[in-house]
């Protein structure tokens, strides 16, 4: 499933499994304003990715699965996300961007509208 078609009819902050085929990529949250975040272990937050951001309203290249929160807690210890080791310092610094969200306010934000994503 699209982003934009899994989001449509609905403003509340969701989550998502986004897949490449079926290699699990990224745990993501949508605000209500479309921001995409993803959650990266190496800091233990969310933070906004603009390649995601792209391709959950335009491109549809990537397939996104709405979960619960109980399931972004179990990918959340599965540490799904984590940044390949052989980066470099530079390189990790593009993913680990200002205005990252606490695993805690995100998923706050998701449970006031049912847990499920």
């Known amino acids: 499933m699209s982003g934009a078609e899994a989001y449509s ?3 509340a902050w969701r989550l998502f499994r986004v ?3 079926d290699k699990l990529l ?3 949250v949508v605000d209500s304003e479309l921001r995409t975040y993803v959650y990266i272990p190496d800091s233990g937050c969310f933070h906004p990715n603009n390649g995601v951001y792209v391709d959950f309203v335009w491109d549809n290249e990537l397939t996104y699965v709405p979960i619960s929160v109980e399931d972004a807690l179990v990918l959340i210890a599965a540490r ?3 940044l390949p080791s052989e980066l470099t310092a530079s390189q990790r610094k593009r993913y680990l961007t200002d205005g990252s969200l606490g695993v805690e306010e995100a998923l706050a934000h998701v449970e006031r509208r049912g847990g499920r994503g």
Request: charged fraction near 0%; glycine fraction near 24%.
């Open 19 to 21: 897949l490449a085929g």
């Open 26 to 28: 990224w745990l993501c």
């Open 80 to 82: 799904v996300g984590a």
């Open 9 to 11: 009819g609905t403003s």
